[in-house]
């Protein structure tokens, strides 16, 4: 079944939603509470989670750590250091169930590893501390006032025994003795302790949203042009060419926006942290990207009299869309910053595709200038476009303009 230009934009609208919506997609976790979270992490040991959200202005951070496949008979803990790695000075929130069956939160400093988790003040503000416990899960919430001015913490998470309403000290091997890491919050990343960059929601979100628009924006919308411009020149390829492109150009723009919709919600959930030339390109790129699909709609047919007008803005858009995409492409890998084997490898991309352009753009400006010579010469042999017999002579390509529809 043919897909006419009206389906075409409706399927590209409803897969448009579905994708944008998966890469939107952090955490299938959803708080009782209905509190949501800019981050979250996945802590690497104890069955441990953290959710938070950062506020560079007032440098407060909201968190709720989560310990999951614990029951009532321990005691769990996550902390600051703001000297060092390790236990050795932490500033920890604890919470357990007590045997009363209520929940029991508070503050511990830790001066040394022989701590009994005594309650005391932290060195920073502590406030709206709270914990739960259901289903084996317990969780701390928390917002933290953070003085130091560094977005890159030092935490510690752990778990050990209750005697009574007493913590015991936690063991001393396996997990428990690799607990600990590192935390960028303006980032959205945690590492190991050996600095190594663990998996997080925003650093999922800027990988998708880079995927997807290097992907959209500055592959597939490149070679739709390609398609189209090389293509349509030979009779064979018609109108083949033209379910190429649009299958090419649709399937870009779908992408492209989903990649669009998690760059937009990456920006809302970052406050105080702007790249204002990456958005403004990207909003202009999508606004651009959507009239270039509802011109589908109202293309007209080849021997229209507006025909002109509207390929010369089909034409225009289109290509300040390849642009626009290719620049702010490389402007998100700076911000980005990943490997240098990326960049390089879409920089390689950029550069196959711009070589075969020019290859192809000679070889079709080589058989339109044969195609028109071997027209001229029929049409002087034919007596100026007269057969022998009178009649209109029709040369082939007649109907062509410099080889092309």
């Known amino acids: 079944m043919r897909l ?30 209905n509190k949501v979270f800019s981050d979250c992490n996945d802590l690497p040991v104890l069955n441990s989670f953290l959710h938070y959200t950062y506020n560079p202005s007032s440098q407060s951070l909201e968190i709720a750590y989560r310990h999951t496949n614990v029951d009532s008979s321990k005691w769990v803990a996550w902390a600051i250091n703001p000297t ?42 502590v406030s709206d501390l709270s914990a739960t416990y259901s289903n084996n899960e317990i969780i701390i919430y928390a917002t933290l006032g953070l003085q130091n001015g560094s977005s890159t913490l030092n935490q510690v998470w752990q778990e050990g025994q209750l005697s009574g309403n007493a913590p015991t000290p936690h063991s001393t091997s396996g997990d428990n003795v690799r607990s600990m890491g590192t935390l ?13 960059v663990g998996t997080s929601s925003k650093t999922r ?31 064979s390829a ?38 204002t030339s990456h958005r403004v ?46 620049i702010n492409i490389f402007k998100g890998l700076d911000i980005l910053n990943p490997e240098k084997k990326w960049e390089r490898a879409y920089t390689g991309v950029i550069v196959v595709l711009a070589i075969v352009a020019a290859i192809l753009e000679a070889y079709t400006w080589f058989v339109v200038l044969k195609r028109k010579k071997a027209a ?27 080889g092309r529809v």
């Open 84 to 125: 060092s790695q390790g236990m050795a000075g932490s500033q920890a929130l604890v919470a357990f169930q007590q045997s009363d069956g209520s929940m029991r939160a508070y503050t511990s400093p830790i001066t040394a590893y022989s701590t009994q988790l005594a309650e005391g003040d932290l060195s920073f503000p």
């Open 376 to 402: 001229n010469a029929e049409k002087m042999s034919n007596g100026n476009g007269y057969g022998s017999n009178g009649i209109n002579a029709h040369y082939p390509y007649s109907d062509r303009s410099n």
């Open 281 to 326: 390109i990207g909003i202009i790129l999508f606004c651009v990207a959507t009239l270039q699909v509802i011109a589908l709609l109202v293309r007209p047919k080849k021997e229209h009299k507006h025909r002109i007008f509207w390929n010369i803005y089909h034409h225009s858009l289109g290509y300040s869309i390849i642009v626009l995409g290719i």
């Open 184 to 196: 960028n919050v303006l980032l959205g990343q945690s590492g190991s302790a050996g600095g190594a």
């Open 4 to 33: 006419g230009p009206r389906g075409v934009f409706v399927s590209c609208i409803l897969v448009t939603m579905f994708l944008s919506t998966y890469a939107q997609t952090c955490s299938n976790y959803a708080f009782s509470s």
């Open 238 to 275: 018609d109108p083949a060419w033209f379910y190429l492109h649009v299958t090419c150009q649709t399937s870009a723009y779908i992408i492209g926006v989903a990649g669009w919709a998690t760059g937009i919600r990456l920006g809302s959930q970052s406050p105080g942290i702007q790249y």
């Open 205 to 235: 979100k800027q990988n998708i949203h880079g995927v997807l628009n290097a992907i959209s924006w500055g592959i597939m919308m490149p070679l739709g042009a390609i398609t189209a411009r090389y293509l349509r020149v030979f009779q």
